[in-house]
């Protein structure tokens, strides 16, 4: 799935939540025609924070190795997409995180995968330096893993 598909699918579960009234306006009322034909501005579907507290993130989510997704609350989540794979990325497998601003994860910090060196400890993989954090939904996460399972789908169709 190319990185154009990808933003498509967020906005459009973006603008589908809203018109479902499940996302808040900003006291600005558009009619969904008036959303729909209008020129969208960058912060109408991302919010992309320079920088997160590592003392909120509560999870860290490996969807594969582009997509990694940062919980901060039930309702607060940040998606990192990488644009070639980090190595040692894979679900389910400990990841760790280098802030160079102390108590900061910021854009251009580090996420390692980790390995077991079958002595008992953990060694740190290869380092990935993280382009930015991009706001997103539970829903929006669960429709990116949707699509990844859908392209990955077809690609193995195509093979066979």
């Known amino acids: 799935m190319n990185k154009l598909s990808l933003a498509a699918v967020l906005m459009l579960a973006s603008l589908q939540m809203f018109a479902d009234g499940l996302v808040e306006g900003d006291g600005e009322d558009l009619s969904l025609e008036e959303i729909l034909t209008r020129e969208p501005a960058r912060s109408d579907y991302v919010d992309s924070p320079r920088c997160l507290r590592t003392g909120r993130i509560r999870q860290i989510e490996v969807i594969d190795a582009k997509h990694v997704v940062f919980k901060l609350s039930h309702k607060e989540y940040y998606l990192v997409r990488f644009k070639h794979r980090c190595p040692g990325l894979q679900r389910n497998k400990p990841v760790i ?3 160079t601003s102390g108590s900061r994860l910021c854009n251009m910090d580090g996420i390692r ?27 929006q ?3 990116l893993k949707d699509a990844l399972i859908a392209a990955k789908r077809k690609t193995k169709t195509k093979a066979d």
């Open 97 to 99: 995180y280098e802030p």
């Open 113 to 139: 995968s980790t390995y077991n060196d079958g002595l008992g400890g953990i060694r740190p993989g290869v380092r990935c330096s993280i382009p930015q954090f991009e706001s997103v939904t539970k829903e």
């Open 141 to 143: 996460i669960v429709l």
